[in-house]
């Protein structure tokens, strides 16, 4: 009888003390409208990620900073001048402030941005270019390796008036991390005044450190520097000075040879010109620069000078543009994204008869669209429908920068447009090195 | 890691604060990351005529 | 008393009378017999004050259709003649103390719900709602059957409701409101709860006085599909609740918000009878067919928005979590909003209490310096309308600042010593 009692009471016990607990209350759902709310809210809190438009970027990371938050700043129109004391603010607090415009991190293993699924790994990258960080960091994971830390620096850090402040902070991170063993560096080309600065900080650190300058093409080693021409050779000499051998996964040279084949003989004799189509901006940079060599002149929406395309939706003769940039994205999302501007600008090539060949890329990874392979493959029929029409072949080479662990499923990808008749090459530079074998038989 | 100061770089998963663009959050949510996702809009413009009328009504 | 001192004095009796309101619905009855100041020759509309020809496409087709539909024209071009000349009084709803959903066309036949709080002696009134569009594609067809319908308001509807609750003790609104919260409804865009309680109280009545099967089988048909039909009940008992808090020295709680399509105008407890306008917002919703988009709807319109000044609706929006899948939101999102509307308000009425939220009272007498102050505005919970007149949408859409900020200098004007 005692020991009922007592159960009794202990039920009764147990039972006021979870009427006492709050339910699953509304408060546990709170959504905080400032920065500060939200470390309030949650004081483990170390990054925050800020993609507000341009104008309010300076304010939310400077209290970002000041709240000892490190900052991915995705949002771009910010001026130098607010780029530069970001950065100052965020060396005196001992914390990162990579961008503005960094599209791209991996943090401790997890993609920030627009991020692929990478293994973990000793390779630590720092890179002042988006599409740059995924091409190589997927390329390594292909060759069995992985990344350690991608520490994003903006587009502009290398510039003159920014002199390479968050480069440099990052490259002595990656120096004293010891789970990286290899630093890899990408950026377009730097003023010359900060190449120097940030060649001769590599040179003094106790690691290999690989060096990509895109549109540089410097090659060769000095030291402890390995100087790459493309992003592919980058993750490859990554890989080399870490010990590995395994050879960068390319497309056999059989089946090169009969698509560049099977494209010559479909072909009208008027159809001379390539036409690039790039949600990667710096994929289209690198396009850009390895074509340079194969033929005369690229007209692109990223060239000053003779070769700017003036009307960003017309192109003219060897044509590579960026379809990521302000031109084609103000109103609509990046063509990551939402594919719809790129299929257009597909089907009004696929009208041009003297379009020769189509380069394309199709960047998988956290935060691109769920299936693009799908709507791409059904746009590329369309177009050959078009060119059908009036005689014409439209050979296309598509890039995929990816890994077999991103959401998008890589095998799935490929294999919907090898089925579309569409080669699929295996990185950036294998792509452009194909188109431009291409060219040069129609132009010899 | 060797100890640079940065917490974020303590080898954990870092926990994040999402200001701006929800896909950011969702990516992250994918990852199993934590993520905090704040209800940002942008700051009214600064009148002091009526900031001030403002302070002697409140 | 410092400035600030009365202000919070006058903004705290503002909340007591909302919360001591009794608002009880007592009958159904033409506008003409009902409504102080009504005309043959008038036409009521939803929103503040507008001229006919700058009004939005729906409301001005519907004075127009109005003139017609009370006989004092023949054909359009004859009523629009009249309007133009000012034969015709074209004047808010809110200034002949009635509301009226979306466009808000209201004339001398209308049958208005009767709403009466006898706390403070006030009267509220309602249009009762046309009921789903039809004929939306065509403009002719649209008209012909919104009058058909009109007509069968005046001569089934409002006669049988009427005779109905007059047969039976009043019916008090705010435990129909407080019920509804509990089984779902916000009380603006979902009433499906507050409709279903409505017609349990009824339903015996209205068999006991309607005889004629024929329009008892009408009427309950009508009940069976108007899943908002209590609101024309809420917002009748919302006009008088607002209007018992007008004039109160002082006093910086909104009266009155209410939207032409054009414009979405405010009133201010202690500045009187003074509108404060500024454009109107787009709604933020889905549209209940595909045929539908942005292109077709009107901004924001209707006297609805008496819900959110009584602290209901966009205020409550949690109590209804369905409403989310208009919004393509989520329940916290809800929840973040009703916090920041506890940010721009008085105080909480515990009449109205949101049960997801711990049972919270719903953040009511909503405060212009507190809305300036944090740069939030109201939530507003909202039907869209088609520009050729029906309602063809849901969402939710934001009172614009300017009304605001410009009450709040015209009181720093009223109040402030110089």
Known sequence: MADTEALAEQALEAATRLLAQKPQNAQGTLQPRSLDAAVTMQPQANLACISVPGAYAYREAKRALELGLNVFLFSDNVSLEDERSLKELAAAKNRLLMGPDCGTALINGAGIGFANAVARGRVGIVAASGTGTQEISSLLDWLGLGVSQAIGTGGRDLKQEIGGLSMLQGLHILAQDSNTDVIVVTSKPPSPAVAEKILATCATLPKPVIINFIGQGATGSEGNLTFTRTLAETALAAAQAMGASTPLPALDTATQDSFLQNSLQGRKPEQRYLRGLYAGGTLCYEALFLLKDVVNGVYSNLEHGAYALTDPFTSKEHTVIDLGEDAYTEGRAHPMIDPLLRNQRILHEAQDPQVALLLIDLVLGYGAHANPAALLAETIAQARALADAQGRNLPVIVTICGTRADPQDYALQAATLEKADILVARNNAEAVTLAGRYLRMLHD | MTDTGNPLLAGQPPCVVNVGIDLFAETLRQQSITVVQVLWKPPPPQDDDLLNLLDSLI | ?418
């Open chain 3, 1 to 418: 008393m410092t400035l600030p001192d009365k202000i919070a004095a006058a903004n705290n009796e503002a909340l007591s009378r909302f919360a001591a309101a009794r608002p009880v619905w007592v009958d159904v009855r033409p506008a003409i017999d009902v409504l102080p100041g009504m005309t043959r020759a008038t036409v009521l509309h939803a929103g503040p004050p507008i001229a006919w020809q700058d009004m939005c496409n729906p409301q001005k087709m519907g004075v127009v259709q109005a003139v017609l539909h009370e006989g004092l024209a023949e054909t359009e071009a004859e009523a629009e003649q009249m309007i133009l000349q000012g034969q015709i009084v074209v004047a808010p709803c809110h200034e002949y103390g009635a509301v009226g959903g979306m466009a808000g066309i209201t004339s001398a036949s209308s049958p208005l719900a009767v709403v009466h709080d006898p706390v403070h002696n006030r009267y509220g009134y309602s249009q009762l709602f046309q009921g789903p569009a039809s004929g939306l594609l065509n403009r002719d067809e649209y008209n012909n059957e919104a009058r058909k319908r009109w007509r069968w308001l005046e001569t089934v509807l409002g006669p049988v409701l009427g005779a109905a609750i007059r047969s039976i003790p009043p019916i008090p609104v705010k435990p129909m409101i407080a019920r509804a919260l509990e089984m779902g409804d916000e009380c603006h865009n979902r009433n499906s709860a507050g409709s279903a309680v409505i017609l349990n109280a009824i339903a015996l009545a209205l068999y006991d006085t309607c005889t004629d099967r024929a329009l008892l089988q009408e009427t309950l048909a009508y009940l069976k599909v108007n899943e908002q039909f209590s609101l024309c009940l809420s917002m009748a008992a919302g006009k008088a609740m607002a209007d018992s808090i007008k004039n109160i020295p002082y006093s910086t709680v909104v009266s009155a918000m209410c939207r032409n399509g054009v414009e979405f105008g405010i009133k201010v407890s202690g500045l009187g009878e003074q509108w404060f306008t500024a454009p109107a917002n787009r709604i933020e919703g889905l549209y209940f067919s595909s045929e539908w988009g942005d292109a077709d709807a009107v901004p924001d319109i209707g006297d609805s928005s008496i819900m959110e000044t009584i602290g209901l609706g966009g205020h409550a929006q949690a109590a209804a979590p369905a409403l989310q899948q208009f919004v393509n939101g989520s329940f916290a999102r809800a929840v973040s909003t009703v916090q920041s509307m506890q940010l721009i308000t008085v105080g909480q009425l515990m009449e109205f209490k949101i049960p997801t939220m711990d049972f919270i009272g719903v953040p009511a007498g909503i405060d212009i310096r507190k809305v300036v102050q944090q740069g939030i505005t109201p939530v507003i919970d909202t039907a869209i309308a088609h520009c050729k007149g029906g309602v063809i949408g849901a969402g939710q859409t934001q009172a614009p600042e300017g009304c605001f900020t410009a009450a709040l200098r015209a009181f720093g004007k009223a109040y402030q010593p110089s």
